[in-house]
């Protein structure tokens, strides 16, 4: 049996083919969606999913999440004493909802279409098939997100030179592609996003609105939570969500004992998060300037991703196409429901062909600086020379200048990534060049990027004063597993102490009672801490019946005082 995987940011699913439709397959809680996240407990037992989630609040040096950002690079992340790169925290995503399939299917599942976002280069798109690999899983085919939303809704049964338009705002992230369709094969036409713009933000603008307005803080609570949104995310999203379904909703946190409300209304929301929603509409256009459309050319506008439940995105997705966008299967479901598709088309050997397009930049590409914010001067920035999604070959120039008097030489230091900080972003190389001794500022450099299609990189430099040049070239590789590393990983997973399946939602209702214990104080703290005693003494005891009943129970006790959200 092959099934279809959408390996997300923020969350993860599996779905089979059967019966002659896609059907999702639920982990262990009951749930559709696993969140990608992996912790390892004190006693080295491995932790996935929303247990793990849960454990990234109390104790986020064993836990990790968001790691397909960093797929197809060498950055590892320790999780107690081991360290993890992308691929192997992936494989252990993947091999949960692998197990998750073959308890719900009652056989062994080995084969995979695996979903990836259009723009995966080579690099990211190879770590992704080998976290398939280490998990187990013969990856039958990558499959681009786009493309999967499109199977979900038909696109291959559609006429010859059928266009669809993706919309697809996840946790983190924001792709828009526009696909076509001809004889047999989908084209990803055009794609565009922001790999900074997600639902999330969304949920942090609400925060800040609290902190802001909330009558009850005092300053030192503003101070703390302004420092530390880890004490309200998950009370911000909670509000986002419910205003997806209600024209007000009241955020509520408690913080130390005390509760502080504030009510929102939609409309609140929207003035807040009026700029997130100006910034969805440049990667529309470029996405049908690039594929040569005007918007009432689109056959279909699709929604996919969680963060499209939102009715003003939805709101603004309908005036900008005057028409409705299409969003009959749950927007989070579509990806995984098209990776069956294909799945099952591949099961009957009329899987659809996909033409990718390669010729576009899929990253940024820049040097780090500093910059003067009135006194001061803040250092770590990312300046992207070449910007994402820029047509390669392509040749570009930057100046850049001096910052002490007297500066002899200036160090480079290349980057690739998207993140406005220096440093988060993949390093690529050094290059440094010999300045005549100036004022600070009087001194400057050219620094000229060429990137091929084959992905390397020139690197020039020149001193604008004394002419001097130097140069470098930067091969985009190494950042692939070799045969040993990945032989080496696979020992090092299948040594990870696991807990068994029976005991993952034990493991998640322990983990959130340890998250809520954190957050109370006073009685509630008590109770929490009583709840828990009893837990832990019913799981010794080893009755099975017993166990169900005081999961049950512990169930209904977290669930009375945090509402029973589970995200
Ligand atoms: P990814 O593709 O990044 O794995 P998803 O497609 O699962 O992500 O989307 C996750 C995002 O969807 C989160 O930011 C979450 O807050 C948002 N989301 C989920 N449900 C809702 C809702 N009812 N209203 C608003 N946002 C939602
Ligand atoms: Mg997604």
Known sequence: MIVGIDLGTTNSLIAVFRDGRPQLIPNTLGDFSTPSAVAIDETGKLIVGLAARERAATDPARAAQAFKRWMGTERTVKLGDKAFRAEELSALVLQALKADAEAFLGE???????????????????????????????????????????????????????????????????????????????????????????????????????????????????????????????????????????????????????????????????????????????????????????????????????????????????????????????????????????????????ALDEVVLTDVMPFSLGVITSQQVGQQRIGDRFSPIIERNTPVPVSRMERYCTVSDNQKVVELDIRQGESPLGSDNLHLGKLDIEVPPLPAGDAAIEVRFTYDANGLLEVDVRDVQGGRTASTLIRNTATEMSEAQIAEALLQLRALKRHPREEEENRYLVERAKRLYEDRLGEQRNAIQAWLSEFEQVLDAQDPRAIRQGRQRLREALDSIDGGFRF
């Open 108 to 350: 062994p599942v080995t084969e995979a279409v695996i979903t990836v976002p259009a723009y995966f280069n080579e690099a990211q798109r190879r770590a992704t098939r080998t976290a398939g690999e280490l998990a187990g899983l013969k990856v039958e085919r990558l499959l681009n997100e786009p493309t999967a939303a499109g199977l979900a809704y038909g696109l291959q049964d559609r006429p010859d030179n059928s266009t669809f338009l993706v919309f697809d705002l996840g946790g983190g992230t924001f792709d828009v592609s526009v696909l076509e369709y001809f004889d047999g094969v989908v084209e990803v036409r055009a794609s565009a996003g922001d790999t900074r713009l997600g639902g999330e933000d969304f949920a942090h603008a609400i925060g800040k609105l609290f902190i802001e307005r909330c009558g009850a803080l005092s300053l030192a609570d503003r101070e703390r939570l302004q420092k530390d949104p880890a004490l309200w995310w998950r009370a911000a999203e909670q509000a986002k969500r419910d205003l997806s379904e209600r024209d007000t909703a009241t955020m509520g946190l408690m913080l130390d004992g005390r509760r502080a409300e504030l009510e929102l209304t939609r409309a609140d929301f929207e003035t807040a998060t009026a700029d997130l929603l100006q910034r969805l509409r440049r990667p529309i256009e470029r996405a049908l300037q690039d594929a040569q459309l005007s918007p009432s050319a689109l056959d279909e506008v699709v929604l996919v991703g969680g963060a499209t439940r939102m009715p003003m995105v939805r709101q603004m997705i309908t005036r900008l196409f005057q028409r409705l966008p299409l969003r009959t299967i749950d927007p989070d479901q579509a990806i995984a429901q098209g990776a069956a598709v294909q799945a099952g088309l591949k099961a009957r050997d009329a």
